[in-house]
């Protein structure tokens, strides 16, 4: 991430929301970014004199063509259609937002899985003409199935090019029903309902006099006020060391410090922590940022560890607090979304990349697959996921995982398998261990603090 984005995301005047689109192919997903950053004065006047000049213009009505803002790739442009994640900022009075634009294609649903990893909200898109017999279509399902999944707080389904259905009342609570039923079998809390039409702007940013039946938010003004809990300090400390930093490590007495940053929690000098996998112990003698020494270091903010004891402390390791502690396994459950064309083989090694730690795993069971027709969970028949399954899995590690519920902290939560031999990444995995919790803390003085 550059320095200009790094300073977007640091700005404390404003909270920011990220969110991810997702769809089917032609959806108008592009099209929807295009229109939130053009109607939002999110666009620079140089952005839009060359995506007028762009061969691949397609626009009838002498409105620039604002999926181009969007699809980047020579390949998208020419195809009209979204390959790899296309990340756009922009902000308006309320928030700043960070928009990621997935393709729609099967194939490649490894990239909106990765738009998705870090997003608060998702906007699903479902087209209003190829709605049959308010049957929604199974990228739909998937794609909110995987947001679910990926514990995304907010679902927004966004109903376009209903001017194209004469802007139908009728279809449009059709859709609804529809939406409500998809998100009460998967397990949705909430969810919002908006017709728009990404093209002409209705709905989008302003009101549209086209729908005076809808009586909710245009789309903009309910991102604008959508909670998003950004602050991760509350939660428990998982600082993975991400470097062994030495200065002049010749000497007895010479510098060795752990850089990272921490996934979640505070650390301050004095701190009693615990090396995680092995479990040894040691104290925090001081903490140094790009500024100097401070006294306390929060979540997200890259720092450099120094201990007291002299302990054994490698790239890929954890610092914990004692209190709120992982589990430390070589087995874990998990659900995997499988990505690769080859199928899941059990017994076969995969690389498994976790925190820092990239490590060896095999898949011993597959216990589940989910019926995205169906939306229901059926037990395995087999002994393998294909392309774009999921199934709940157990897997076999190595090296001992520091690990908790993905639903419980996504940092420690949340790993990937590679390909051994072609380095491709084959799934995403989160990790799930049901019945268990952090223990109940009663000693208030160790719970962590909000730097000020």
Not at 302 to 309: A, Q
């Amino acid at each position: 991430m550059n320095a200009i984005n790094e300073q977007f995301i640091q700005d404390h005047g404003r909270s920011v929301l990220r969110f991810i689109t997702a769809g089917s192919v032609d959806d108008g997903k592009s099209t929807l970014i295009g229109r939130l950053l053009f109607d939002s004065k999110g666009v620079f006047a140089d952005q839009l004199q060359a995506i007028q000049k762009s061969r691949y213009h397609r626009s009838e009505d002498g409105m620039p063509n604002l999926a181009l803002l969007t699809d980047g790739l020579e390949a998208e442009r020419e195809q009209g259609i979204t390959i790899d994640v296309a990340y756009r900022y922009f902000a308006t009075p309320q928030r700043k937002f960070i928009v990621a634009d997935a393709p729609g294609h099967v194939q490649y649903t490894r990239n909106m899985v990765t738009g998705a990893s870090t997003a608060h909200a998702a906007i699903i898109l479902v087209d209003a003409t190829k709605v049959k017999d308010g049957q929604l279509l199974t990228q739909t399902l998937r794609h909110s199935t995987i947001a679910h999944l990926l514990g995304i707080q907010h679902i927004v389904f966004a109903v376009n090019k209903l001017d194209l259905m004469g802007w139908s009342e009728t279809l449009y609570q059709h859709l609804v029903q529809a939406c409500s039923a998809l998100c009460r079998k998967i397990g949705i809390a909430q969810h919002h309902v908006i017709p728009v039409s990404a093209l002409h702007g209705d709905n989008v940013v302003n009101a549209s006099p086209n729908t005076p039946w809808y009586q909710g938010p245009a789309l903009l003004t309910l991102l604008e006020s959508l909670p998003a809990d950004n602050d991760l300090s509350y939660q428990p400390l998982r600082f993975p060391v991400q470097w062994v930093a030495r200065h002049h490590g010749q000497y007895t007495h010479g510098f060795r410090g752990y850089a990272g940053q921490a996934a979640s929690g505070i650390m301050r000098v004095g701190d009693r922590v615990v090396v995680r996998p092995s479990g040894v112990f040691a104290t925090i003698k001081s903490l140094r940022n790009s500024q100097g020494l401070v006294d306390q270091a929060s979540a997200g903010v890259p720092i450099t560890v120094e201990l007291e004891e002299d302990v054994d402390v490698s790239r890929g390791d954890w610092l914990t607090h004692e209190y709120d502690a992982p589990r430390v396994s070589k087995q874990i459950e998990a659900e995997l979304c499988w990505l690769d064309a080859e199928p899941l083989h059990t017994g076969r090694r995969y690389l498994i990349k976790h925190g820092t730690r990239t490590s060896t795993a095999k898949i011993s069971q597959v216990h589940t697959h989910r019926d995205l027709q169906q939306l229901a969970v059926h037990a395995a028949n087999h002994s393998t996921l294909g392309m774009n399954d999921i199934g709940r899995v157990t897997l076999t590690s190595s090296d001992a995982l520091v690990t908790d519920p993905y639903d419980v902290l996504a940092a420690t939560g949340a790993f990937i398998l590679i390909d051994e031999v072609s380095h491709q990444t084959v799934a995403a995995g989160m990790v799930r261990e049901a019945g268990w919790h952090f223990p109940v803390i009663n000693d208030q003085n160790l719970r962590p603090e909000v730097l000020p």
